[in-house]
């Protein structure tokens, strides 16, 4: 049996969790150490397919700023990270741009987008 050590992010408790395979359950992991039900939705998320939201900044054109903090609006599979950031280190955007505006949409086919994270 695979074993693994989670440190849960969901809430300020920050259990420490120990996620074992085992083929003969529902989900196929068996988690012990969470103090609630959401630990073990998250430990099984983050041993099978982790993800993260993704921060950033794109090329900024016609302002005082040279950059433009962005994110993704929804967390992206952690082994596309590197792909991500190529995609987004080759974008430039022109001003004005409010918060929230869409700069790059459903990057890498992932269902998040990539918003802006401050109006200039």
């Given amino acids: 049996m695979e074993k693994s050590i989670v440190i849960c992010t ?5 259990c420490s969790m120990e996620v074992i ?3 003969s ?9 969470n103090s609630c039900n959401r630990g073990i939705d998250y ?7 982790p993800t993260r939201i993704l921060t950033s900044t794109v090329r ?6 040279r950059r433009l903090p ?14 991500c950031m190529k995609v987004i280190n080759s974008v430039e955007v022109d001003t004005p741009i409010e918060i929230g505006t869409v700069i790059i949409e ?3 086919s992932t269902g998040a ?3 802006a994270s401050r109006t200039v």
Avoid: F, H, Q
């Fill in 70 to 83: 962005v994110r993704t609006d929804k967390p992206v599979p952690k082994n596309l990270m590197l792909a």
């Fill in 113 to 115: 987008n990539v918003i």
């Fill in 60 to 65: 900024l054109n016609n302002a005082g700023l």
């Fill in 21 to 23: 395979e085992d083929r």
């Fill in 43 to 49: 430990a099984i998320a983050e041993v099978t397919n």
């Fill in 10 to 14: 969901i809430c300020p408790i920050g």
């Fill in 106 to 108: 459903n990057i890498l």
């Fill in 25 to 33: 359950s529902d989900s196929g992991y068996l988690v012990k150490g």
